[in-house]
Structures are given as C-alpha cells and as structure tokens.
C-alpha cells in the first residue's frame, strides 16, 4: 500500500484534496493511505511516507524537499495547480501514483 502525504502551508487546504483523492481511491479500488500535514509537521511523516505532493503556495520547496527526501526514496513532486484548484482529485492521484489519465 502505497503512503501519500500533502502539505500546504497550514494543512487545510490540501484536507479538501486528501477527501477527493481518497474517494477516486474507493472508485478506482485502489489501496493507499493519504493524509494532509502542515509544512512545519511534516517531520512526523517522514518515515511513513512514499509519495510527498506539495500544494502549489508552497511548490517553492520543490528543489529543498526532493534534495532531503529523493535519497530517502521518497517520490516528491508539486501538485498541478489546474488540477488542485478544481479540486480534481482522481487525476492528482493518478499523476502521484504515475498512471496517465484516461
């Protein structure tokens, strides 16, 4: 089961898309466990996670996260912001789990 953490700024905003993606989960029957943190708690996670996805305000620590994580063999990418501001949850999950959208 693949572990898949989002952080934002302060955890909220990325709540909405943990809800989303875990129902395109559900339909697609998919087994994963997603979660939402805060950037500042992220720590907790580090060594429960295999697929860290930043919300766009913070895809500024893209570059800090891949260099930290990457060798930890944490997969850490940015989420579209197209696709986190439609909420569009299916297609997040796919991109993080890289399968290509139907």
């Given at each position: 089961m693949k572990k898949i953490t989002l952080i934002c700024a302060?955890?909220?905003s990325t709540s909405l898309m943990v809800t989303k993606m875990k129902e395109a989960a559900k339909k697609?029957?998919?087994e994963v466990e997603i979660r939402?943190?805060?950037e500042s708690k992220f720590k907790?996670?580090?060594?429960d996670t295999d697929i860290l996805l930043l919300g766009p305000q913070v895809g500024f620590l893209l570059n800090k996260y891949k260099q930290t994580y990457e060798p930890k063999g944490i997969k850490v990418e940015v989420i579209d912001s197209i696709d986190y501001g439609m909420m569009n949850g299916e297609k997040v999950l796919k991109n993080a789990l890289g399968i290509q959208s139907m």
């Open positions: 302060a955890g909220m697609l029957g998919m939402a943190t805060s907790q996670y580090e060594n």
